[in-house]
């Protein structure tokens, strides 16, 4: 199987062309660009260099969050494109445990976790590749008591690492470590491997996006209402 994968769930726009489990191409960029203007361009820039065309493609995976929501609508909705205009499925990967992927030989607690902003964090808990608790929005304080009791040491990656990464040796001390910068964010290949060996297949109508919590919008908007007020 050729598989296109896509990955703007974070900081870093990612791009992989795969066959099967072999990595035919990848690129990353974390620049001034936006993920809008970096995705496409990446895109034709991978499958050029992996030397085969759209037209080959037989399934597009996309990374559907959770994570930042702009970004994650930017990957769900140019997959959704490239898969309707090929007429072939789409394959949804989870930011988190494709994080953990990089992280899978580590003797200890995968703990990736994503910045969701106000002191909170997207978090899950994986060890020798088996998840351990589900993708949930916790305040930091809160992921740390339940992580706790899972392992003695704990490996932190993803972008919210670095941003929480003094409270959480307050927290936990010596047991938490973290992964180097080049290890710690999603690589679109590890997203790959999952989606390759990944029995879920989508059309493109059925690809959505994973939120967490609700986009401040929709929570400006419901606060409103509640209000008796209109959004203007």
Known sequence: MKLLVIDTSGPVCGVAVMEDEKVLCEYTAQ???????NLMPMTEA??????????????????????????????????????????IPCIPVDALEALSV??????GVVCPIQDARAGQVYGAAFRNGERLMPDEPLKLEE????????????????????VHREKIRELLGNRAVFAPPHLSYLRPSAAGIIAVRSRVRTDYLNLQATYLRPPNAQKNRKLLEAMGMEKP
Do not use: Q, W
């Open 31 to 37: 620049n001034r660009n936006t993920h809008s203007a």
């Open 46 to 87: 991978a499958l050029s260099s992996a030397g085969i065309s759209m037209t080959e493609v037989d399934a597009v995976a996309a990374v559907t969050g959770p994570g930042s929501f702009t970004g994650v609508r930017i990957g769900v909705a140019t997959a959704k494109g490239l898969a309707h205009g090929r007429e």
């Open 143 to 162: 992921y740390t008591e339940k992580i706790r009791g899972m392992g003695e040491c704990f490996l932190f990656l993803g972008d919210g690492a670095p």
């Open 102 to 107: 990089s992280a899978d030989v580590f003797d």
